[in-house]
């Protein structure tokens, strides 16, 4: 039952991201309107969902690579509705939905049952899948914003308007977004990590170096912090700085690859 509702669910994302991107195009303030109801009420659909997996599992959904991803959904479209009403950017969504929908369209087939940790079901985990979430889903609107700015910037470069251009905020509105995404992202990502690291530490020893999530995971995590110090001691900003986010970006779903495509003490 859970995975029909999640179903529904990705539908009004899919339908939602329609409709955002066809008002971006088109500039019809009612196609706005409709992307945003339906993200809400995918959202709500989405809650369902995993309320009714942990129902049916009797545990916790956090324990397989397609419940992360699915909760890191669930996050970033949480994040991406507060961050449109709060600083009034109407066209976000038309630039993390498809983003969302990336990570959402493998879930139904293939990654339901890749189990990351069969046995990891005390707090300490829990806390760690919960931060580690939280930070991936910031690091999905920072990959958007970056995305914004680069066609923002080519745009004004060009010096002819584009069909983005009037439903997007200033180069320096986005550039402070993308800092601040990564900036609220960092903490959450550092935290989750290190307490993964402490505890697979003592429970694997040595073996941990040879666990391909792990070292996706640092890579990824030194990609971001050379950007967050990029940023707070070179002053590193704009173009620079959206390459890095995107590159990072990569860097992270290199790391869910990862997950899906080799063999580790996570499990796969």
């Keep these: 039952m859970n995975a029909v509702v999640f179903d529904?669910?990705?539908?009004?994302?899919?339908?939602?991201?329609?409709?955002?991107?066809?008002?971006l195009v088109w500039r019809r303030d009612g196609l706005l309107l409709l992307a945003r109801e339906l993200t809400v009420a995918g959202w709500l659909?989405?809650?369902a969902a995993i309320v009714l997996r942990g129902l049916e599992l009797r545990r916790v959904p956090v324990l397989t690579l397609a419940e992360v991803v699915?909760?890191?959904?669930w996050v970033a479209?949480?994040?991406?509705?507060?961050?449109?009403?709060?600083?009034?950017?109407?066209?976000?969504?038309?630039?993390v939905l498809p983003v969302v929908l990336a990570l959402g369209l493998g879930l139904p087939t293939g990654l339901r049952d890749l189990a990351l940790e069969?046995?990891?079901?005390?707090?300490?985990i829990l806390v760690h899948v919960a931060l580690v979430l939280v930070g991936l889903a910031a690091l999905v609107l920072n990959f958007g914003s970056a995305i914004m700015y680069l066609l923002q910037e080519r745009q004004l470069k060009a010096k002819r308007t584009g069909t983005f251009y009037f439903r997007?905020?200033?180069?320096?509105?986005?550039?402070?977004?993308?800092?601040?995404?990564?900036?609220?992202a960092f903490?959450?990502?550092?935290?989750?990590?290190?307490?993964?690291?402490?505890?697979?530490?003592?429970?694997?020893?040595?073996?941990?170096?040879?666990?391909?999530?792990?070292?996706?995971?640092?890579v990824m995590w030194l990609v971001y912090a050379a950007t967050l110090c990029g940023r707070a001691i070179g002053h590193w900003h704009g173009r620079r700085a959206a390459y890095l986010s995107i590159a990072g970006f990569c860097v992270l779903l290199a790391t869910l690859g990862a997950g899906v495509l080799f063999q580790g003490r996570h499990g796969s």
Excluded: K, Q
């Design 77 to 95: 479209v949480l994040l991406d509705l507060w961050v449109e009403r709060r600083h009034g950017l109407t066209s976000f969504s038309a630039f």
């Design 8 to 23: 529904i669910a990705l539908t009004a994302y899919i339908v939602a991201a329609l409709a955002a991107l066809a008002s």
């Design 45 to 47: 659909c989405h809650i």
């Design 118 to 124: 069969p046995r990891a079901s005390n707090a300490w």
């Design 168 to 184: 997007m905020p200033s180069l320096e509105a986005l550039d402070r977004l993308t800092l601040m995404t990564l900036t609220a």
């Design 70 to 73: 699915s909760l890191v959904i």
């Design 187 to 218: 903490p959450f990502l550092t935290v989750g990590l290190a307490l993964g690291f402490v505890r697979a530490g003592r429970a694997w020893g040595r073996d941990l170096l040879s666990d391909p999530l792990a070292l996706f995971s640092l």
